[in-house]
Nanobody, 124 residues
Framework: QVQLVESGGGSVQAGASLRLSCRASGLSISDYNMGWFRQAPGKEREFVVATTSSGGYTEYPDSVKGRFTISRDNVENTVYLQMNNLKPEDTAVYYC?????????????????WGQGTQVTVSS
């Protein structure tokens, strides 16, 4: 059974850091492009970061560029999202995703495998 399980969410003050984890089972992340999305209350799900299976290409939107970093540990079969200098507008449920086409990891549309999400709340 293919599964992505996120963890590491929580409630923090603005300016703090969090590291989210996404542990995969039933697939090898080294074979997949990986990404993170988020969905704030009352808003549509949005792209946060995507990286190719080789790690040779990574893309971030301007809203998180310079503050968020994606990394992967192929031995642990886990992808991480390091989030620094968090802002209240980063409050959302964060979802991990895996896909075979990088274009599917940059947009909410497209074929991908989703995790169940983890809540991040940033207070001012």
């Amino acid at each position: 059974q293919v599964q992505l399980v996120e963890s590491g969410g929580g409630s923090v003050q603005a300016g703090a850091s969090l590291r989210l984890s996404c542990r995969a089972s039933g697939l090898s992340i080294s074979d997949y492009n990986m990404g993170w999305f988020r969905q704030a209350p009352g808003k549509e799900r949005e792209f946060v970061v995507a990286t190719t299976s080789s790690g040779g290409y990574t893309e971030y939107p301007d809203s998180v560029k310079g503050r968020f970093t994606i990394s992967r540990d192929n031995v642990e079969n886990t992808v991480y999202l390091q989030m620094n200098n968090l802002k209240p507008e980063d409050t959302a449920v964060y979802y991990c995703a895996a896909g075979t086409a990088i274009r599917d990891l940059i947009t909410v549309m497209g074929t991908k495998i989703w995790g169940q999400g983890t809540q991040v709340t940033v207070s001012s």
